[in-house]
């Protein structure tokens, strides 16, 4: 079965972001707060999941991430971070 590749936009030393680590087993989880720190997984991923990324870091995660199949929020709503 494929791992699935989530890119977590979030600080990196996030202490919540530990509730994350029963996943590795069943996917592959890149947490970072730049666009720089997704430049190798960002090709294969299938999740975005935004923690506490900015819109211009949502946006140019999403123009690197050709397969994402889903963007999620840990907030309720996506509808002031949508752009064109």
């Known amino acids: 079965m494929k791992k699935f590749s989530i890119l ?3 600080a990196p030393d996030e202490p919540q972001l530990s ?4 996943l590795r087993e069943t996917a592959s989880v890149v947490i970072g707060n730049s666009a720089q720190a997704f430049k190798s997984a960002a090709a294969s991923a299938d999740v975005i999941f935004n923690w506490s990324g900015s819109l211009s870091l949502i946006r140019d995660v999403f123009l690197m991430s050709p397969s994402v199949r889903w963007i999620h929020s840990r907030s309720a709503g996506l509808e002031r971070t949508l752009f064109p």
């Open 19 to 22: 509730m994350l680590y029963d």
């Open 8 to 10: 977590v936009l979030a």
